[in-house]
């Protein structure tokens, strides 16, 4: 148990849906880190945050959003939905700003149909 | 903007033999460089982590090296055994950008 929760693991929903990731950090981590990985694919950096502010952002795509709140925990948003966004999300966090290792949630699996 | 390319994308060994995956960043500032396994459906989670400071680092039977003229670092692990099968990324970082910058890679099966 790495000590990041991620919720749902799981969601199925229809294209044109939104739906919201959550991601509980490590206690005492700063950072939070969204990753897309695709089937057989990658690690797609999205977005970063680290207390409360957003730091950088990667490929992330305009339907999406992303937000740390004051007690760390964060969340992903994803709008319009689309067969392609189909993956699974991961969420990791760290103590600081980078050069540290960084702890992934388990990870929720998105499936559009 | 910053880049990692990482190879091979899959590697086959023989099990007790060993096992080298290399990775290029663009970024010459980059100085914080880790590696993690992913399992087949589960989670990335650290094995190996070097800073550009050091140019080598072991632990038991996996190691990693960093060149930091050529901007390469590659993973090695020796004597593999079946439960090192998995997927393996790196990773480069660097203070300032706050991207932490995944390869994109390396399925490793260990062939008993």
């Known amino acids: 148990d790495s000590g990041v929760t991620q919720t749902p693991k799981h969601l199925i929903t229809a294209t044109g849906q939104r739906v919201t990731l959550r991601c509980s950090p490590r206690?005492?981590?700063?950072?939070v880190y969204w990753y897309q990985q695709s089937l057989d694919q990658g690690l797609q950096f999205l977005i970063h945050?680290?207390?409360?502010?957003?730091?950088a952002k990667g490929n992330i795509l305009e339907r999406f959003s992303a937000q740390q709140f004051p007690d760390l925990h964060s969340e992903l948003n994803l709008s319009s939905l689309e067969l392609g966004d189909s993956a699974l999300y991961f969420c990791?966090?760290?103590?600081?700003?980078?050069?540290?290792?960084?702890?992934f949630g388990q990870g929720t699996r998105l499936t559009v149909v | 903007g910053e880049n990692v390319e990482q190879h091979p994308s899959t590697l086959s060994v023989q099990e007790g033999d060993s096992a080298v995956i290399k990775c290029t960043y663009s970024d010459s500032a980059s100085n914080y460089f880790p590696w993690y396994k992913q399992e087949l459906g589960k989670r990335p989670q650290l094995i190996i982590d070097i800073r550009s400071n050091v140019g080598e680092k072991k632990d038991q039977r996996i190691a990693v090296t960093l060149n930091k003229t050529a901007k390469h670092f590659s993973l090695h692990i020796t004597e593999t055994q079946p439960e090192d099968s998995a997927v393996y990324f790196c990773?480069?970082?660097?203070?300032?950008?706050?991207?932490?910058?995944f390869g994109t890679g390396t399925r490793l099966k260990v062939l008993a």
């Open positions: 990791a966090s760290s103590v600081g700003v980078m050069n540290t290792e960084a702890f």
């Open positions: 945050y680290y207390n409360g502010e957003e730091r």
């Open positions: 990773a480069a970082s660097k203070i300032g950008t706050y991207k932490y910058i």
């Open positions: 206690s005492g981590d700063l950072s």
